[in-house]
Structure formats: structure tokens, C-alpha cells
């Protein structure tokens, strides 16, 4: 069975991401900052495994990277994230709270599949899936607030889709996905989609990607995001 490789995978999306690819069979790696008491993913039934990864930590990464040994990856997802403060306004924002949520959205995910490309080379499907947002598309997601989190989904789209055009010559396909508005620790309770509902649809959507697709932005659904 193919292997996927999910970061962020003890709670909300990337959660249910492990226990959706692992029901299906899957062999999974599931990474999370901190694997001791993982609850919900230490219960994950299936062929998963669950390693420690800090996705801005280099010491952390190096680490895994080793541990993992050259193992093949068909598909890598990019999902840990964060937000940031809310209600940040122009008047409010300061580097302290800018650098973390930049390094996480948009630094992390390309040093990940800058260590993980020849893994990633090796498997069948050769997929490189960013997690990004509705929020990231300046023609659907600006509005006057939420500088930060808005302005870290929109590099990791330029970030990856310039990505995408370096390594296009290893046919290692990068995609960015808005997941939708879902119910968990980021989206809140009045979200519009449950974790299942995304995870579905997004799973449904990456089965069908194929190296054509390199570059793109799409929602959960597979139709095109604009930028
Ligand atoms: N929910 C939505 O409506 C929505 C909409 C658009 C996009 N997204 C995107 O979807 C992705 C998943 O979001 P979510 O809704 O599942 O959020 P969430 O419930 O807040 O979960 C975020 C995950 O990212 C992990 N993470 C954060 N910083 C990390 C780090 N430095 N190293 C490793 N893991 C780290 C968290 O781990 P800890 O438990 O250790 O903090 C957690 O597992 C994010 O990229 C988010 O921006 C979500």
C-alpha cells in the first residue's frame, strides 16, 4: 500500500487525515511535536507510526529525517499550522507575533520538502500537498483584518508554487488545498464542515492529482482556487 506522511497529526485536520488514510489501508506516518500522549492518534489502528517532529525545529527535523531512512513517501502533506493572534488589525501588528506564524505557514513546510524530496521521489504517486487557505487567495480572502495568518497562506502559495517549477524535472508534483471552513482548535465550532466532511473531499481530490497538476490551487472539492 502507498505511504503517506502527515505533519501536525495529533489533532483536527491532520488527525482525522491519520485515521482516514490508515482505515483505508494506508501505511501511515504520523508526526506531531509531541508524541507522548497522543490520545486520539495512539489509537489509531492500522500500519502507523508515530514519530516526534517540531516543524521549526532544525535539531527536530534532521532527526526525523534520519529516522526515516530513505524510506519512500508517495504522498507528503503539509498540514501543520497555526494562526496567530485573532482580530489583528493594521494598527496591532508586530514582528514578535508575525515570525512564528510566517516560520510555521510558510518556511516550515518548504524546508520539510526540501529534506524530504528524494523520499518523495522514490514513490509511486510523488505528491507534495500543502495545506493552505481560502484566506491565502488575495481575490477571495483579503479583507481588513487577520494580517497575519492571511499574509502566511499567501506566501506558502508563491513559496510552493515557485517550488513546484524548481523540482519540476523530478515530476514530483506541489499542490496547495484550502480545506474548507472546519470544525476544529483553528476553525471553531460554528465552521462550516466537519473534519470527516474535508478530510473526504481532500483525500477524494489528491487521488486524482497527477504531475499535470503541479503548481495549482484548489479548494477541498478539486475545483480551482484564484489567487
Ligand atoms: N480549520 C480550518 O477551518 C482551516 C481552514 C483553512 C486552512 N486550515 C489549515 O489546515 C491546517 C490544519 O489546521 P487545523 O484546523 O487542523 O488546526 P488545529 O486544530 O489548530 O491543528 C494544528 C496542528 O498543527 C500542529 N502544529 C502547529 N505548529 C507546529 C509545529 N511547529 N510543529 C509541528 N506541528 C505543529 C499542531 O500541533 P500542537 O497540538 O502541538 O499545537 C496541530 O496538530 C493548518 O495548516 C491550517 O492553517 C484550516
Not at 58 to 70: E, I
Request: net charge negative; with cysteine; proline share 5%.
Amino acid at each position: 500500500m502507498p505511504t503517506v506522511l502527515i505533519t501536525g497529526a495529533n489533532r483536527g485536520l491532520g488527525l482525522e487525515f491519520a485515521k482516514q488514510y490508515a482505515a483505508d489501508g494506508w501505511s501511515v506516518i504520523a508526526t506531531c511535536r509531541n508524541p507522548i500522549g497522543v490520545g486520539e492518534l495512539a489509537q489509531i489502528e492500522g500500519d502507523i507510526a508515530v514519530y516526534g517532529l517540531d516543524v521549526n525545529n532544525p535539531p527536530s527535523l534532521d532527526r526525523f529525517v534520519a529516522d526515516l531512512d530513505g524510506r519512500a513517501i508517495d504522498v507528503l502533506i503539509n498540514n501543520a499550522g497555526v494562526y496567530g493572534p485573532k482580530g489583528i488589525t493594521a494598527k496591532d501588528v508586530t514582528v514578535e507575533d508575525w515570525m512564528p506564524v510566517m516560520q510555521t505557514n510558510m518556511m516550515a513546510p518548504l524546508f520539510l520538502a526540501r529534506a524530504l524530496l528524494e523520499n518523495v521521489s522514490k514513490g509511486d504517486r510523488k505528491l507534495i500537498v500543502n495545506i493552505s487557505s481560502i484566506m491565502g487567495s488575495v481575490e477571495k480572502g483579503a479583507a481588513g483584518s487577520e494580517y497575519i495568518y492571511r499574509s502566511s497562506k499567501v506566501a506558502l502559495n508563491m513559496v510552493m508554487a515557485s517550488y513546484a517549477q524548481e523540482i519540476a524535472d523530478t515530476k514530483v508534483a506541489v499542490v496547495m488545498f484550502h480545506p474548507g471552513w472546519v470544525q476544529t482548535d483553528m476553525g471553531g465550532a460554528s465552521a462550516t464542515l466537519t473534519p470527516t466532511q474535508s478530510i473526504t473531499g481532500l483525500r477524494s481530490s489528491i487521488e486524482k492529482l497527477s504531475f499535470k497538476d503541479t503548481g495549482k490551487f484548489m479548494n477541498y472539492d478539486g475545483t480551482p482556487m484564484p489567487w
